[in-house]
């Protein structure tokens, strides 16, 4: 805005304070209803909808979806729209680039856009911006909400599953690996990749064993498994589209 | 006291009345309560502008029913947090109700949070001087969602547990900063007991108490700077009336005085003014 401007808006304002009417009781008044029917309607939803007591934490189970309250299902969604991608959309596009573009646009909006008009209708790049982010956070919260729930515990429909394999599969499905990752058709399409055909990559033991321990980021490490389990699901893993179809 | 003499008062309102005058003598705290009540407002504010108040009102909501919560809650890794809040469900007075409040309180806050956000945004009321307003309110709203996803963890269900193992990670996979984010978090390399507790001192000691800040802050600008006035409100629209009537005006005062215009009387008829160009 320039000097004239800020002149000119501060006058009007002085002018529209000095015609105006005092805080108390006027805006007390009609905070107080709005404050009011928000907490009530809070209650109720309280007493209607009881929350529950989940699953205590516990490995040995399995089903559960690491699922995140529905204020951030946007961002799990943005993981999953990076991480089935290539090297040039790395998931750290999902979890640092644009997490951080956003924030950094929101703090200093008001230095972006500093005219001194305020009628929405003649701010045409406000009103795109707020129709884009509106509709991409109602989208991807859409999204989240009904994308596949737990993926219970009947195992993956795999043939050529030997005993070893069917010990592998049981680590798998006990630790949520399905929740974030897809074998033949099972499990949820993201954030992790599609793991059908992983056998075809050639990884050995060892190798999977330390991927497990120390992956890369959302997926988290399995440094806590028994070695013994480790390794059965690296195997398996390993075995995925080549021995296991 | 202003009010006039009629005969002894009595002791105790004039007792009162003293310890009040002896406070606002050294605090001013009646002086600021009527500059905080008193002041003026435009008289278009709207309804949509109680939202930022209901925001504050929920968070006193979620304070009281946090503090109750906190009596009945265990920190434990071992079993103690889930039965604590298994306690809470079903034994204690009330509990489920507390509980109840406070878990959806949680996502109301988050609601009301944004459609202030929006009402701000839609009426451009960030524009000058309300900038700093705005950059207390982003941060107001970080630390809203920082509020829900330091609480989620706090259950110890499976959900929340592994929602939050891979929130943390997200955090930690950040260039740089990321490890060291991530060790913080969690309070070392592994998710453990240690996580556990740093979460809950989080979410009830370090996050609240910067929000409180916050909203100390937003307070303070949005009373030293004034509410906005609706973009459209009746006086803006009287106003841009008479600035456009006034432009028309002007207009056509200039076009009188350019050169081969005629002045006519104002009597005669449309056309012929139209012809006689
Ligand atoms: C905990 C969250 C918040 C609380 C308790 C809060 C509280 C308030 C209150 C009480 C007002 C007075 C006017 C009204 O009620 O509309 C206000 C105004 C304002 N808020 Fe917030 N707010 C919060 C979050 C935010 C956020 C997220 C933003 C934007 C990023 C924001 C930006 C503003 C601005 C610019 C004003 C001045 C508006 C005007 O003068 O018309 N606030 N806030």
Redesign the pocket.
Same mark, same amino acid.
């Given at each position: 805005m320039k000097p004239a401007d800020k002149k000119a808006y501060d006058k009007d304002y002085a002018q529209a304070k000095k015609t105006g009417k005092p805080f108390f009781p006027y805006a007390i008044f009609k905070?107080t209803i709005v404050a009011g029917l928000v907490v009530v309607a809070t209650i109720i939803l309280a007493i209607t909808v009881r929350v529950e007591v989940g699953e205590p934490v516990n490995p040995s189970t399995t089903d559960f979806v690491p699922r995140p309250e529905w204020y951030f299902y946007f961002a799990f969604e943005l993981l999953k729209i990076f991480a089935n991608q290539n090297a040039l959309t790395p998931v750290i596009m999902a979890t640092f680039m644009v997490p951080n573009i956003l924030i950094i646009l #929101?703090v200093i909006w008001p230095f972006i856009d500093r005219g001194p008009e305020r009628r929405i209708w003649k701010r045409p790049f406000a009103m795109g911006m707020i129709v884009l982010v509106t509709g991409f956070l109602c989208y991807t919260t859409y999204l989240g909400a009904n994308s596949p729930g737990g993926v219970g515990s009947g195992g993956l429909p795999l043939t050529g599953l030997d005993e070893a394999g069917t010990a592998g599969m049981a680590v798998y499905m006990a630790n949520g690996c399905a929740s974030c990752h897809m074998v033949a058709g099972v499990g949820a399409p993201g954030p992790g990749p599609d793991l059908t055909n992983f056998g075809s990559k050639g990884w050995d033991t060892a190798k999977q064993v330390a991927w497990l321990k120390a992956p890369n980021a959302p997926m988290p490490s399995y440094a806590s498994l028994p070695p013994a389990e480790l390794e059965s699901l690296a195997n398996f893993v390993n075995g995925l589209g080549t021995k296991y179809k | 006291m202003t009010t006039k003499d009629i005969g002894p008062k009595n002791p105790l309102q004039k007792g009162t009345e003293d310890a009040i005058d002896y406070v606002d003598e050294r605090s001013g705290v009646k002086t600021g309560t009527r500059w905080f009540l008193f002041r003026n407002i435009p008289e278009g504010t709207s309804w949509?502008? $109680? #939202?930022?108040?209901t925001? /504050?009102v929920v968070?006193g909501m979620q304070a009281i029913t946090g503090i109750i919560l906190a009596m009945y809650y265990v920190p434990d890794t071992e079993g103690g947090a889930y039965k604590s809040i298994e306690y809470i469900t079903n034994e204690v007075t009330w509990g489920w109700l507390v509980r109840g409040m406070h878990k959806w309180g949680a996502s109301v /806050?988050i609601i009301v949070?944004f459609l202030? /956000?929006a009402?701000?945004f839609i009426?451009g009321?960030?524009k000058y001087p309300?900038e700093l $307003?705005?950059v207390t309110?982003?941060f #107001?709203?970080l630390l $809203?969602m920082f509020m829900g996803l330091t609480g989620y963890l706090l259950v110890w269900d499976q959900k929340a547990y592994w929602a939050t193992v891979v929130a943390v990670n997200i955090f930690a996979s950040a260039p740089i900063l990321g490890p060291y984010i991530g060790d913080i978090l969690r309070a070392g390399p592994e998710f453990g007991p240690a996580t556990l507790s740093r979460f809950y001192s989080i979410h009830m000691l370090v996050i609240p108490g910067a929000?409180a800040t916050f909203?100390g802050l937003? #307070?303070y600008f949005?009373v030293r700077?004034?509410?906005?006035e609706p973009p459209w409100s009746k006086r803006r629209l009287r106003i841009e009336r008479d600035e456009e009537d006034a432009r028309r005006e002007a207009a056509r005062e200039r076009a009188k005085a350019l050169p081969g215009a005629v002045n006519y009387p104002s009597t005669w008829p449309v056309e012929a003014k139209e012809s006689a160009r």
């Open positions: 905070d #929101l | 949509f502008q $109680t #939202l930022g108040f925001a /504050m968070f /806050m949070v202030h /956000m009402r701000v009426w009321a960030y309300r $307003t705005w309110g982003a #107001l709203l $809203t929000i909203i937003h #307070l949005i700077l004034g509410i906005s």
